[in-house]
């Protein structure tokens, strides 16, 4: 089903791809493990395409659950700038990766940890053990090299990355995006694009576009659709817009709406984790660096972001169920995909729920 049958969510433009990567200069890079039992991966976000480790990103974080086992939001949190790409992996792999970080900047920057202070890695996990034999550890340094150095504008979504082997509702969960425009003063758009590793909710909770049609599946599923929640998703909010890490903290915190309108509850054993940043300037790594000179966006403009964040959120959720594929794994664990039980004549797909709002 090509994706322009889906339901457009909410009445702003999209960008010209409907991704994260309509905001200028942000790339995404996936690296897929598909093996028998081993259905895992990386993806990584770069924020630009320099080095940011000497050229950071204002960015925020809000913890909406916090029952996970990323590492970097510390940090994040406290200095309001990021300094490596933004890496999605497995649980058990957050230490691979984060080393392969470390590693990178290394190269780039010798005197890291020595003469300059040390580098913060940042990344973020989702169980994916359902599908995957998370305790092969399969994830290596050179797997998020190669996610890393295959970042571009466009890019795969579904079962994919660090998205191969992660469920939503009792289905094929995995990564997905989408973007909104939004108008500023003086005729200017701003883009919000959004990223998503789905890998939570409870099948019976699950809404689309408004329409209860968990309730539907769950009615033919099996007495896993009862259990309580217990996965996770990393939500990713990137815009073009001037603000400061207050300002993103609030953008971010508006991705939860978008989420809740799946179904989501926060579960008790789900890690929802929001991290938005900015591409408008960046912050120097050096104090004999100009800091930059940047008017920021005033706070009560930010009602269109707060919407653009929260629509497209939605939306890339929504992408994130529909591109998924079909995935056996481990010990012959299976998740279908939604877009093989929901057929092109379901009501959900009807043409009155299928009016996308694209740029030209």
Known sequence: MPANTLPYIGTLLQGARNAITDVEGVTVGHRTLDDGGVQTGVTVIRPHAGDPFRDKVPAAVVVLNGFGKSVGLVQLAELGVLETPIALTNTFSVGTVATAQIRHCIASNPES????????????????????DIQRLAVTEADYLHALESAGPDFAQGSVGAGRGMSSFQLKGGIGSASRRVSAPGGELHTVGTLVLANYGRQPQLVLAGHPVGERL??????????????????????DAPL?????????LRAGAGLARTG????????DIVLAFSTAYTV?????????????????????????????????????????????????????????????????????????????
Do not use: Y
Not at 113 to 132: A, H, I, K, M, Q
Not at 266 to 271: D, E, I, L, N, V
């Open 218 to 239: 769950a009615a033919h599923g099996t007495r896993e659709s009862r259990e309580p929640e217990k996965g996770s998703i990393i939500i990713v909010v990137a815009t």
């Open 264 to 271: 989501s509850v926060f579960g008790h054993g789900s890690g």
């Open 113 to 132: 940890g020595r003469s300059l202070p040390t580098v913060n890695p940042l990344v973020f996990e989702c169980n994916d053990g359902f599908l995957n």
């Open 284 to 360: 120097p790594d050096r104090v004999d660096r100009p800091m930059p000179t940047i008017a920021m966006l005033h706070d009560g403009l930010l009602d269109g972001l707060f919407q653009a964040a929260a629509d497209s959120t939605e939306q890339t959720i929504l992408h994130a169920l529909w591109r998924a594929t079909a995935v056996t794994g481990r010990d012959g664990h299976h998740r279908a995909a939604l877009s093989e039980l929901l057929p092109p004549s379901s009501l959900l797909l009807s043409s009155s729920f299928t009016q996308p709002h694209s740029l030209p």
């Open 244 to 252: 400061d890490a207050r300002q993103l903290r609030r953008l971010a």
